[in-house]
């Protein structure tokens, strides 16, 4: 079953094309990683994908169900009747789309008026309208897989970026989506806390979780992924099995940039 | 008139200037948040129209503005001033002028949530008003209460202002004994009371600011 699909987005940020003619897919259970030099449109596809920007054209599915379709050229999104950027982020339809996905910050954007357990329960309780009860056993199962369980009434500023990191990631799943995205998860980390975090990843992709990670870690792309995305100046350059790619990219522009990681 | 008179006398002052602050704050803090909206609106008349009230109200002196409440019905519109109008007018203009201070402040406050906070919301489910109420207003108040304090400790004696319409506070009271008498000693008094008042205002608001201080 594909659970996200985007056809032939294009974006244009003050008529430079950031994003031209990007398609792919991603069935249950896959983990693929997007890899590209910084400003090669891997985080604006991410926050297309998750709405926090919205495409010129192209379409988009959700569980094989259409959320954007593309007439005369320009994108339509479903319940959308203003072609104003408010109108689209005021947008019901897609609100109920958006429990579809989660979505990883590089920066954790955790809510540090809240306790970690606050943070983790209340979108489900307060967005999803899932049972207090309910929720706040989910809450406990995710933070004690993520080791935080004693942390539970901590705020975030007690707690050092791997483990607010490890908090985004128990409040992404418990929102129970079906796709879950990373954006660059350990960029704001320091090396020992990146390998903590790649570890719970990798557990997560042990469990069979469809996820998208955009990621500047090689090696673990390689090793985690199932498929690797390569993106340079807003195309997607290659695309293929992730150890094959990284290990033995076809394009010269690929191996160009994995050269550096060597 | 002994120092008890006094101090009587100018206490009985200080009902009315308890009445102007308490009245001020009442209506200026929340006004200022539908300011601050209004401010911040998409839409570019009503920023516009605000941003220039705003500038008005800040630009021009308390004490004109409320003369021109005060005696602006009568010379404008030929109403007769009813009796009550002199606090009514004096509420009036402090309220509004303290909004719109309050009303750049929550701005400042409220731009300062870095955006992230919108994202995170946004990519979880949250409408526009629970983002708001739940999430961007908690840490915007924390943010604001150091300048909100200043803007209240300034407020307490500014209410010495409605002297200019003649309402009896503790300040035009403590100068009418003072020249009835000619002595100083009121004008020490009421300065005391000032300074006791907002002794106790930056202990409260102290007090509420480290109640917000278990997260950074």
Known sequence: MSIFEIKNCKKKFHNVNVLDDISFKVDEGEVIAIIGSSGSGKTTLLRICTFLDFMDDGTMSYIDKNVVTSVNGHAKYIGQNSLSLDALKKNKSLTAVKSNFGLVFQNFNLFPHWTVLKNVMDAPISVQKRSEEEVKEKAMKYLDKMGLSSKANNYPCQLSGGQQQRVAIARALCMEPKIIYFDEPTSALDPELTQEILKVIKELANEKRTMVIVTHEMNFAKNVADRVIFMDNGVIVEEGNAYELISNPKMERTKRFLQKYE | ?216
């Open chain 2, 1 to 216: 008139m002994t120092f008890r008179d006094i101090v009587f006398k100018i206490l009985s002052g200080s009902g009315a200037t308890l009445l102007i602050f308490f009245s001020t704050l009442l209506f200026s803090l929340p006004l200022g948040l539908l300011i601050a909206f209004a401010r911040m609106s998409k839409n570019k008349v009503i920023r516009s129209v605000i941003t220039f009230i705003i500038s008005i109200l800040r630009g021009t002196p308390l004490m004109l503005q409320l003369i021109v409440w005060f005696f602006g019905p009568y010379y404008i519109f030929g109403f007769k001033l009813a009796a009550e109008w002199r606090v009514v007018s004096i509420i009036i203009g402090f309220s509004i002028n303290y909004a719109a201070y309050f009303a750049e402040i929550y701005r400042s406050g409220i731009q300062s949530i870095p955006i992230g906070q919108y994202e995170a919301a946004s990519v979880l489910g949250y409408t526009n008003s629970q983002t708001f109420t739940k999430i961007i207003l908690p840490q915007m108040i924390k943010r604001v209460i150091p300048p909100v304090t200043n803007e209240i400790i300034t407020l307490i004696k500014d209410t010495s202002l409605a002297f200019v319409v003649a309402y009896a506070e503790m300040f035009t009271v403590a100068k009418q004994v003072a020249a009835a008498k000619t002595t100083i000693v009121p004008l020490f008094v009421a300065g005391l009371f000032y300074y006791i008042f907002n002794y106790l205002v930056a202990f409260i608001m102290e007090r509420i600011e480290k109640s917000f201080s278990y997260y950074r």
